[in-house]
């Protein structure tokens, strides 16, 4: 166990550096998801007080919250997979002491502090400058974030199967970004959905995630908590065995 922490403690602080040199993920990782939750307060503040049981601002923190975990992770992560990879760097990792998920792991940890870190300002932002009461289970907020994490760590390492280049990474990753965006429940709150759509966009592979942080915030009945585990379970076996069988641990040729 000592020896597992000390590897994915050095191949996070490894990432962690190699962050910092690359402007551009660094931008993706702590300016872009502020940036976007801007833009998801003034969307959601268009909407009518009827479409918005929680409220605007309960709204902006469920789907913030959502839009920090796919930015900062899935996002950030597939890029950083993508250059390890196409810097050989994957492929000497595995020539050491570390096993295969320690890599992916290791190379997630700066994402997923910065990610959680984040999560923690806005939800304290929204306390203390929107006027939201504090959650009414964090136990529940804190076991999504805690479920969302490796579930969107793993969907990157999928992603870079069809992932060229480090240039190509904003064009693959959009469609998973975008679908969760307006389905699971981050710019569009699944309310103002109609019930058939909302069936449907409830089976997609961070719906379940985006339920524990809302029950988090504002409380939820235990039959929706229980969908949501099990959709989330799912989605994290089938992302598992994806990673498994297609993840490419050399460059694309």
């Known amino acids: 166990m000592n020896a597992t922490v000390t590897r994915l403690t050095a191949l996070g602080r490894a990432e962690l550096t190699l962050l910092g040199r690359n402007k551009n993920n660094l931008f993706i990782a702590l300016l872009m998801p502020l940036l976007m939750i801007f833009v998801l307060r003034s969307s959601i503040a268009q909407m009518g007080t009827d479409e918005l049981p929680r409220g605007a601002a309960g709204a902006t923190l469920v789907g913030g ?16 997979y993508v250059a390890r990879r196409e810097e050989l760097v994957l492929k000497r990792l595995r020539t050491g002491e570390a096993s295969d998920p320690e890599i992916l792991a290791g190379a997630a940890l700066p994402s997923a502090a910065i990610a959680l870190a984040q999560c923690a300002v806005l939800a304290v932002g929204g306390v203390a400058v929107l006027d939201v009461p504090a959650p009414e289970r964090p136990e529940l907020l804190a076991l999504g974030l805690l479920a969302g994490i490796p579930l969107l ?5 999928v992603t870079t199967v069809i992932t060229r280049n480090v240039e190509s990474a904003g064009l693959t990753t959009l469609p998973f970004f975008l ?6 429940g981050m710019m569009v709150p699944r309310e103002v959905l109609p019930d058939a759509v909302a069936d449907v966009c409830e089976l997609l592979p961070l719906s379940g995630v985006m339920e524990f942080v809302r029950a988090g915030w504002f409380g939820a009945g235990a039959g929706d908590l229980l969908t949501a585990a099990v959709t989330t379970l799912a989605w994290g076996a089938v992302t598992v065995f994806a990673v498994q069988r297609w ?7």
Do not use: D, H, Q
């Open 65 to 80: 919250t959502g839009m920090i975990l796919t930015l900062v992770v899935y996002m950030g992560l597939v890029s950083a």
């Open 153 to 157: 760590a793993g969907l990157a390492a």
């Open 179 to 184: 679908v969760s965006a307006m389905g699971s």
């Open 247 to 253: 993840f490419r641990w050399e460059p694309r040729r």
